[in-house]
């Protein structure tokens, strides 16, 4: 097992800093980490760069870490460039140092955007993510209402693609690297996976207007089909769900639900 | 003075308790409802599933998480799937197969009454979900798919692919954003408890501390549920997520909630095999895999050939050989000791000895690889990307590794603890699994606590009334922040020499080494001794950065390691005190001419519940006496 020397030019920034001067007060540190062995993961060598720091009476660096094995979606690292790394279809949490050389210089910075502002260091806040899904993103069924769940048969294609586009994991990457700074994606993603189910299949166009009103009032950009986002997203998640979001916001809006609502005039 | 504990199940027969135990809850009229505030900690599938639906219903919810959104809480990343006793295969499963599985799987360590409901509620579940847009997998006539898990042979296990947990939590989520919106809940992400409450001998509220700002925050309610999950990071290696901790339901145990059956974890048996010392967490290969997986060792002690090149009829197929009934889906406690005796043998693979393999050659070989790609597709590419090696083609290497707690906080029926007005739900409380669980039952007692029992149970409380108003004005309030604020300031001003990882670490080894897989006398007296030596030299010497009023990733695992520092020795205290074998539980002085665990009923047949009585004092060992009515208690056997 080779040990490895790697170089870190790591985004600092500190607390309460606000969004819009995200560059200018923020600064690229430069790091050294010595020992970093091939199976190990990129968060991992960021902890032993953590742990070299405290002993030496330094900050350590901030980010965000949760279930280390690419399900959460809490991480999110723009490494080397790209979101969450780069290699495809995966989480920053799953990017292993064997992807990197012996003496290679790595740029690490948070996911960039506006409706992201910067926490601390690599730390966003992603909680607009939320608030769309507070929008729309469910199926309005009362506990004690539901039948039996195989009263209603589900093609097993739809029951797929439902799937498909309820892998997301919210973790952004997808706006992270849109150049419009659009959650396109994610919100897509969402409408799909519903749009998909017979059960989601009442609140559709609803779902959509309340649910893309929101992205807009949250300050995301507009979809440009750059496809950034399809090939950062660490789900595959396909970009045909915005195709498929823009079918159902037309027709939430041809079926005469409140525009109102989802524009936020 | 040991005390028994009165679980306050309901009489009658066993299959009408709940139903008339509900009947007999006291209601709270709709009207009502929001005047009475409930703080949820947790938004895992037992608290987001409690805070949606008492937000459902009316009721004024405070909902907190350590995560930057509830979408994350540990439920997400369940993998395998979640049980029901649906028959819908039509291989005869029924409620009374579950709860007959749950408790045999259990060991005869769990309460017959919350076991009986749990498989009754499991129905109720996947009606739920499947309304409220979980896609599970179907087969092609628009019918739910099953699978099979260990340590039953029916096919009771629902999925999505292999992220079953993550399509749960989001379907949970999905139902917290409605309460969102609607304004009956309140959401408080990168919020972490840090202490309970209680003003005159009743749960009153918590004291947070704000994960961004550093600031900490006093919430009062009329009644508190703690859904906080697991505590196997007490390991330090395990499958948890890193942020899993002990912490809320430690300190309402110091604040007078009994904690019960701490000793009994659950060690998986298929995860990725540890590394190297840098690691910071094991990841879990789900339990599915022995659907199709053949997990087997080389015959001869020290055989380091390439898997290929070692022939058919010089590999032991262990768990096949031993358990022919139940072959390589024989419960988790069992495999994963398997294992463990195959490799203390000599007979483990890899570098270092601590691996057995899971073979899927023969499943390729019936099913077609593309069958195997549809099933476990994305746990092999996670397998790959971590060992950089393909499982299609050279059997996987697996080790058992810490994943689940069976322990917990003390509940009765109503999940209520030894506080009035402090409920437990979940992986945090103690009560359905006895000494071991079996697989896809976790996900399951989640959302039964969640949507179904807790709502009921505490609109109980609610409405059987007796409790003022409180306001974080009360004295209580001020008193227990203080405490608090001292402790991370305490935590601060150590200014030693060594980081709150190191620590961490050698608590993990400690734990891993004694109070693992077997445990014996000498070993849990000596873990006891440094366990103390080390929660003494963690007060002297830990090193934290930065400050309190700021974000502080450090002074969070600070604040947690001071607790599994001290949540250790009382796992080993009960491992000591539990002179017996049963389910994860297992004794080296006490097991079958086999190997087997054996158990002590007539000892033993009891809970364990702790209570604490002043730091540096000996907490004292209650019991509730478990009975048995409507099951034979058996000696275990999977043969
Ligand atoms: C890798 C893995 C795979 C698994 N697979 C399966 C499976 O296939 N089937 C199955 O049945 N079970 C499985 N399990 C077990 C199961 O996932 C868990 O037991 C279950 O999800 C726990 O749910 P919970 O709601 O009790 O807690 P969690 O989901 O862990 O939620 C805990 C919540 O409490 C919050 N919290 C914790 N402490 C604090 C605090 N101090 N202050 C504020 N908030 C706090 C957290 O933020 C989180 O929101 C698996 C577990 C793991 C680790
Ligand atoms: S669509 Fe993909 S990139 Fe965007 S939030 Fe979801 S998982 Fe992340
Ligand atoms: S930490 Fe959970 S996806 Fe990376």
Redesign the interface.
């Known amino acids: 097992m080779s040990e490895m020397t790697i170089h870190l030019k790591i985004w600092r920034q500190a ?1 309460g800093e606000t969004k819009d001067s995200q560059k200018s007060q923020g600064r690229f540190v430069d790091y050294t980490v010595e020992k970093v ?1 091939p ?3 990129f ?2 060598t960021l ?2 760069l ?2 070299k ?3 030496q ?4 660096v ?1 980010f ?11 991480c999110g690292l723009v490494i080397k460039g790209t979101a969450h790394g780069p290699n495809p ?2 989480t920053t949490c ?1 990017v ?1 140092m ?1 992807h990197f050389r012996d003496g290679e210089t790595i740029t690490v910075e948070p996911f960039r955007a506006g409706p992201f502002p910067i ?2 260091d690599l ?1 966003v ?3 607009a ?2 608030r769309i ?3 729309g ?14 009263a ?5 294609l739809d ?1 797929d693609k ?2 498909d586009a ?2 997301c ?2 973790c952004g990457a997808c706006v992270a690297a849109c150049p419009n700074a659009s959650a396109s994606l994610f919100v897509g993603a969402k409408i799909s ?2 749009s ?2 017979p ?2 299949g009442p609140e559709r166009g609803r779902r959509a207007l309340l649910m893309i009103g929101q992205m807009d009032r949250e300050g995301f950009g507009d979809c440009s089909n750059h496809g950034e986002c399809e090939a950062v997203c660490p789900k595959e998640i396909s970009i045909e769900n915005i195709a498929r979001m823009r079918r159902e916001f037309f027709k939430g809006a041809l079926g005469g639900h409140d525009r109102k609502a989802a524009t936020g005039d | 003075m040991s005390r028994i504990l009165d679980a306050k199940i309901p009489s009658g027969p066993l299959a009408d308790k709940w139903d008339r135990h509900e009947m007999e809850c006291p209601l709270v009229a709709p009207a009502n409802r929001r005047k009475f505030t409930v703080i949820v900690v947790g938004t895992g599938l037992a608290g987001g599933g409690a805070a949606a ?1 008492l937000g ?1 219903l009316g009721y004024n919810v405070l909902n907190f998480c350590v ?6 809480a ?1 439920s ?2 369940a993998q395998g799937g979640i049980n029901a006793s ?1 028959n ?1 295969q039509n291989d005869g499963d029924s409620v009374e197969r579950l709860f007959y599985d749950t408790v045999k799987g259990g060991d005869y360590r769990s309460r017959e009454a919350n076991v009986y409901r749990l498989s009754q509620l499991s129905m ?1 579940i ?8 979980v ?10 798919a099953n699978r099979s898990f260990g340590g039953v042979q029916v096919s009771r296990t629902f999925y ?2 292999g ?1 079953t ?3 749960l939590l ?1 379907g949970v ?3 917290l ?2 309460q ?2 609607a304004g009956t809940v309140k ?1 408080f ?1 990168r919020h972490e408890m840090l202490d309970l409450v209680v003003v005159d001998g009743r749960a009153r509220g918590i004291v947070c501390r704000d994960l ?2 550093g600031e900490m925050k006093r919430y009062a309610a009329d009644a508190v549920v703690l859904a906080t999950g697991g505590y196997s990071p007490v390991f330090y290696l395990s499958t948890n ?3 899993c901790s002990a912490t809320s339901i430690w300190r309402a145990y110091k604040r007078g909630a009994l904690f019960a059956n701490p000793c009994y974890t659950q060690i998986h048996p298929t995860a990725i095999p540890q ?2 010392d ?4 094991l ?2 290969m789900s339990e599915s895999l022995r659907n199709d997986g053949r997990m087997w060792v080389p015959k001869a002690p020290g055989d380091k050939r390439r898997p290929a090149d070692i022939p058919e009829a010089e590999r032991d197929y262990f768990l096949e050989r031993r358990y022919p009934a139940f072959g390589n889906l024989v419960p988790r406690d069992i495999a994963a000791r398997a294992s463990k005796v195959e490799c203390d043998a000599g007979k483990g693979v890899g570098n270092t000895g601590f691996a057995v393999y899971l073979d899927f050659a023969d499943a390729i070989k019936r099913l077609g690889r593309d069958v195997v790609a549809d099933r476990y597709g994305n746990l092999f ?2 397998y790959e ?2 060992i ?1 090696d393909d499982p299609y083609h050279t059997p996987m290497m697996i080790y058992p590794a810490p994943h689940y707690t069976m322990g917990g906080l003390w509940v009765d029926y109503n999940l209520e603890s030894t506080i009035p007005g402090l409920f437990v739900a979940g992986e945090a409380n103690f009560s359905d699994h006895g000494a071991n669980r079996l697989g896809a039952s976790a996900l399951m007692q989640g959302c039964a606590d969640g ?2 029992v807790v ?1 009921r149970v505490v609109a109980g409380y609610l409405a059987r009334g007796g409790h003022g108003k409180v306001t974080t004005d009360h004295e209580a309030f001020g008193a227990v922040e203080d405490e608090v604020r001292r402790r991370y300031d305490a935590l601060l001003a150590v200014k030693g ?1 060594r ?1 709150v ?1 190191d620590f961490h670490w050698d608590l993990g080894r400690v734990m891993w080494d004694k109070v693992g897989m077997a445990r014996d006398r000498t070993g849990l007296e000596q873990a006891i001794t440094q366990i103390r030596e080390l929660r003494e030299a963690y007060w002297h010497d830990v ?1 934290v ?2 400050e309190a009023a ?5 002074l969070e695992m600070a604040g947690r390691v001071a607790d599994f520092l001290e949540l250790g020795e009382l796992m080993a205290m009960d491992a000591l005190a539990r002179e017996e074998s049963c389910g994860g539980h297992f004794r080296a002085e006490h097991h079958t001419p086999e190997g087997e665990a054996r158990r002590d009923d007539e000892n033993f047949m009891h809970v364990a519940a702790w209570e604490h009585k002043g730091d540096g004092q000996a907490p004292v060992r209650h019991v509730e006496p478990l009975v048995y009515e409507n099951i034979e208690v058996k000696t275990r056997s999977y043969k």
């Open positions: 607390r062995l199976e190990m993961s968060l991992e902890d032993l953590n742990e720091l405290t002993r009476g330094q900050q350590p901030e965000d870490s949760d279930c280390r094995e690419g399900i959460c979606g809490t279809k995966t799953e292993r064997r926490l601390k730390v806040d992603r909680t993510f939320d899904q507070q929008q993103g469910f199926v309005t069924a009362n506990v004690g209402s539901a039948p039996d769940s195989n209603v048969p589900i093609p097993k029951a439902a799937m309820a892998s994991i919210g996976q519903l998909y189910l059960q989601g | 639906t459902e995560q930057d959104t509830p979408r994350r540990h997400v990343a649906k819908y109720g996947i009606d739920q979900c499947v309304a409220m847009g896609p599970f997998a179907r087969e092609y006539g628009g019918t739910l999505a692919r992220q947990g993550q399509q989001l989520y999905s139902a954003s409605r969102v919106a959401m992400p961004v700002t997520a890193v942020n590394l190297g840098y690691q910071s967490k990841t879990l590419t996670m990307e971590i950089a949507y179904f709502p020499s980081t990882r090193k950065p930065g700021d974000f502080n990733k450090q």
